[in-house]
């Protein structure tokens, strides 16, 4: 019997079924490949799922329009991947395929770059008059630089209509395009010289680049685990061979990219959110033809179409940046080992502080484990030291010892790093007459007080109002900021040290477009200064002549109720305090806190981090706890915490099968943010495959049941926030 030809469909929409078309006779078509459907009155782009499946009898099909292109937009091994992905995390099919696809694509744009046009002048001068800047600047330009192309000089400031206004006057022609960039395959630099110590982990890393491994490369701060990776690829990637490298946060690492392009040439390319759609499709375009790309990419690069991947490395693996909150809530880091054990290759994952689940993989010998436990060079790990603040006086936050401890390190010329976990200027605005505390009318939460603007904002929701002198409630004049924000303490050490520049970096300071920039200049310049900021300063920086750490207060994870609070906080404080010390000098670390005699503090500092892991794991276990245990929680948010509660409590005895245990129902942490009421059932298992199947089921009753209006459900596999 020959197969009936039809198609399965996936579209763009968070809907857990898919579409059956018939294939016109002209047509073949292959799974993952893109094409346009009619969708009621609408024209779709659409994904081939399936075809030759047996239509529903006494249904007539509608046709597929056309194929946007002859070849699958997601071939076999990324089309595979995504439908794993779409599985194990419960997200609708059609979105975690669009995923995949660039922004255009999504659109049903056509999988090819417009030709970039390039510029040569057409005249000797500029005929224009002389109070036209713009536009004898933008000549000029094209003069000196002839070939340049329109993304260029839009990059440079100047606008298209200027550029066809110079044409009109037949002032500029386009010259002959060449278009496309050919990639260098290799650029000048041999592999690194690996140290002693470098060189023997690098021989516990796998040799075969054609097999299925992971290891887990656990090197401590400022040890070189970059220059591990280089090597690694350098020595084993052929020439015509794809790799991926995942970070963090693009954006805060520019020293990263430049130092792989050293090594690499342009066959390093980056991903990230900063990125427009036309570089997003270019990329794109160059991964999924094959090109031998190195791809220094954030969490979404692991979903991208390579076609001869060879080798994924995954920087800072612990990082959480790497699960997505909302929508598709896939670990990047997760996918990155699924999908070398799809495509059989190796896999790396490399942190000075991996996370509980990575080192308990290496413990139980599932991944291999490279240890680097050497600073390169000649920097020695820092000294970290707890500074007991309990009846000391601070100033905004600051001991004594500390704004010593500060000042000398300036006099030697040297540069010091202020940690505090929160921006604004203050955490809470309080009336000491009345014990007032403004909230957020919207959340239930605390309001931010941020001075330089004068306002008062939530952290969890848009809502924003102006600072006031006065207590809204009793008009006290005795309301009062409240604890540490990175914009007091910026301004404490500001009067204490008036000759020193300050440099402040978190998310408000680093809004701008290449601010990012314009600070790593500054403190790369080695001149003495403080930085002070939240934990975008945490995250693999190398800054050689910061020698000492400080942080305000350590005391957040350690009663926290989320079971990874004590986990994130030792991997912080770890991180931020390896920033001191990394070049010849030394390193000192000051932890201000009001529990000087806590044993996690105190093992902190012995600076032991593989015992401290194994503390917290040994605590895990009794707790039957991930990553003994897999983990899901079902969230429901409604206007009510009424609604969301009953719709949980409606599930419960369906959730409560042999095998599954299940926590709740409960109200959030924060139960209410931007006015909607959160609750949460958490449901927890030995057996990952049989909480699967009861998710599976209790996603497509939810599915087709019909709920209070506005109350919403969703999923979240192997959670990385419990509150
Ligand atoms: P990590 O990522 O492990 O914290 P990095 O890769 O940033 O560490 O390396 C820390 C510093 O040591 C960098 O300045 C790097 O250039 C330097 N470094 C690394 N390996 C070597 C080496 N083999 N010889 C000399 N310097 C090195
Ligand atoms: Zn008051
Ligand atoms: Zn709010």
Not at 363 to 384: M, T, W
Not at 580 to 598: E, Y
């Amino acid at each position: 019997m020959t197969q009936p030809r039809t198609a399965r469909i996936a579209l763009n929409r968070p809907l857990r079924r898919l579409f059956d078309y018939s294939i016109p006779d002209d047509l073949e078509l292959t799974p993952g490949q893109r094409v346009k459907v009619p969708f009621g009155r609408q024209i779709l782009t659409g994904l081939v799922v399936e075809t030759g499946v047996q239509p529903p009898e006494g249904i007539a099909l509608k046709p597929v329009q056309a194929a946007l292109e002859p070849w699958p937009a997601l071939p076999d091994g990324t089309f595979r991947l995504l439908t794993w992905a779409s599985d194990y995390y419960q997200h609708p099919l059609g979105e975690c395929l669009f995923t995949a696809l660039p922004p255009a694509l999504r659109r049903g744009r056509p999988a090819a770059l417009k030709p970039d046009e390039q510029w040569q002048t057409a005249a000797n001068d500029a005929a224009l008059p002389a109070n036209a800047h713009r536009q004898i600047a933008l000549f000029n330009t094209i003069k000196t630089a002839p070939g340049i192309t329109t993304s260029a000089l839009v990059q440079s400031g100047y606008s298209r209509a200027q550029i066809r206004s110079l044409e009109q006057k037949e002032l500029i022609q386009q010259s002959i395009t060449t278009n496309v960039q050919p990639l260098i395959p290799e650029a000048a630099l041999p592999a690194p010289v690996l140290s002693d110590a470098q060189q023997k982990a690098a021989g516990d890393l796998p040799e075969n680049t054609q097999q299925f491994s992971a290891s887990l490369l656990f090197g401590i701060t400022g040890s070189g685990k970059t220059e591990l990776y280089l090597h690694y690829l350098k020595t084993r990637l052929q020439h015509d061979e794809q790799a991926l490298v995942l970070v963090p946060e693009i954006n805060l690492t520019p020293q990263t990219v430049a130092r792989f392009r050293r090594y690499f040439g342009n066959r390093i390319q980056v991903w990230h959110s900063a990125l427009n759609d036309g570089e997003r499709l270019s990329t794109w375009l160059k991964i999924r033809n094959g090109e031998p790309v190195i791809l220094i990419g954030t969490r979404s690069a692991v979903l991208l179409p390579f076609t001869h991947l060879r080798t994924i490395i995954v920087d800072e693996e612990h990082d959480s940046s790497y699960k997505q909150g909302e929508g598709f809530r896939y670990s990047g880091r997760d996918v990155a080992v699924y999908r070398a054990h799809l495509n059989q290759c190796p896999v790396i994952l490399g942190s000075a502080t991996p996370s509980l689940e990575s080192w308990h993989n290496a413990s139980q010998g599932k991944y291999n484990l490279a240890r680097l436990e050497q600073r390169a060079g000649n920097a020695k790990p820092p000294e970290l030291t707890l500074l007991d603040i309990r009846s000391r006086p601070l100033e905004a936050g600051l001991a004594r010892p500390a704004l010593t401890a500060i000042k000398e390190t300036l006099d030697r010329g040297e540069q010091a790093l202020v940690f505090v976990n929160r921006r604004g200027f203050a955490p809470v605005m309080m009336c000491f007459d009345c014990g007032h505390m403004e909230e957020c009318p919207r959340c239930d939460t605390r309001l931010t007080y941020h001075r330089r603007d004068r306002a008062m904002r939530c952290h969890h929701c848009d809502f924003q109002t102006a600072a006031s002198h006065t207590c809204p409630k009793c008009k006290s004049e005795n309301f009062k900021p409240v604890g540490q924000g990175t914009e007091r303490t910026e301004e404490t050490l500001a009067e204490h040290f008036p000759d020193t520049p300050i440099v402040r970096v978190d998310r408000d300071s680093t809004q701008r477009k290449g601010s990012i920039q314009a600070i790593l200049k500054k403190v790369n310049s080695g001149e003495p200064c403080i930085l002070v900021g939240t934990q975008m300063l945490a995250k693999g920086h190398d800054f050689p002549n910061v020698t000492l750490v400080t942080v305000v207060n350590a005391d957040g994870g350690l009663f926290s109720v989320d079971f990874r609070a004590p986990e994130q906080m030792v991997q912080t404080l770890l991180q931020v305090s390896g920033r001191a010390g990394r070049g010849d000098k030394p390193g000192k670390v000051l932890i201000q806190t009001c529990h000087s005699d806590h044993p996690l503090l105190n093992a902190l500092c012995q600076g032991n981090y593989p015992a401290i892991a194994d503390q917290l794991l040994a605590e895990r276990e009794s707790g039957l706890l991930p990553p003994f245990r897999a983990m899901a929680i079902l969230r429901a948010e409604a206007d009510t915490m009424q609604n969301s509660l009953q719709l949980l409590d409606s599930l419960k005895p369906m959730a409560s099968t042999p095998g599954v245990e299940v926590w709740g129902p409960l109200p959030a942490v924060i139960a209410r943010k931007a006015d909607r009421h959160r609750a949460q059932l958490i449901l927890v298992s030995d057996h990952r495959k049989q909480l699967n199947r009861l998710l599976t089921y209790l996603c497509q009753y939810l599915d087709q049941t019909k709920l209070p209006s506005n109350t919403k459900w969703m999923v979240d596999v192997d959670p990385q926030e419990t509150g």
